[in-house]
C-alpha cells in the first residue's frame, strides 16, 4: 500500500456539493456524536437535499478542481471496461470515462439528480437506485466510482453498504472511494433551528476510511491526501 499526501492546507472541509453547502449551515444545531443514525431516515435527508439542490441553480456554478489523480489511477488499475458510478450526481465526470471507452452505467437515489444527468447524456444509461439495494447480479463491473458518495451514510451500515459493492465487482475490479478530507472522525446529524433532522454527515480520517475498506475485505492499494482540494481516497481491489 502507498500513502500519497499532497499539499497541506487547513480548514478545507468541502470536495462535494453536498459538504460545501454544510459549512454555510453552522446555525443549525449540530451533535458530532450521532452514531445511530437510522440508515433510512439518513437517505431520506440524502435525497431530499440532492433533489433541492438540484433544482437550484448552485449545481451549474459549482467551480471545484476535478479528481484527475484519482480519476487516472482509477483508469490505470481497471482490469476491465465495465464501470459503475456510484451516485453520479449531474454526471460532472461522465465525459472523462467515455473519452476512456469505459462502458459507463450512473446511478443515483436522488430523482432530480438522475434527471439532470440523463438531460446532460440522453445516449447513455442512468438508472434511480440506491447503492444500499443494488440491482445488478453479481460481478456486473470491473470498477466502481464513488466520488463523495457515502458522506451521508450512517458509519454502522457501512459494512453491510461495502457487502453489497463488493457483490457487484469482478475478482480483481477496483473500487476508488474519494471522500472530504477533515482534520478529525465525527459523526453528527444536523438539524434545523426547530430540532427537525436537516441531513445526516459522516467524516473520516483516512486511516480510519482504509481500515473500514480492510475490514470489509478489500485489498487497499493506495490512500492518498489531496489537502489543497480537501479530499481524500482510498483505491481498493477485490
Known sequence: ??????????????CSTRTQVHNCTFTRERNLNDTNVDP????RLGVAYADDFAKSPTWTQWKGEEPDADLQAFFDALPGDRMLDVGCGWARYVYR???QGLQYIGIDHSPEMVR??????PDQQFELMSYRKLEFPEASFDGLWCCCTFSGE???????VLAGLKRILVTGG????VMPAVYESHEELEKHPDGTPHLHH?????DELAAMLEQSGFTVLATTHHWADGAMSVLVQK
Open 154 to 160: 450512517p458509519k454502522h451500515n457501512m459494512p453491510t
Open 97 to 99: 470515462f467515455l473519452d
Open 202 to 206: 459522516a467524516h473520516y480520517d483516512l
Open 116 to 121: 439532470l444527468a440523463q438531460d446532460a447524456y
Open 174 to 177: 477496483v473500487m476508488m472511494v
Open 1 to 14: 500500500m502507498r500513502e500519497i499526501f499532497i499539499e497541506k492546507q487547513k480548514d478545507l472541509w468541502h
Open 40 to 43: 433510512d431516515l439518513a437517505e
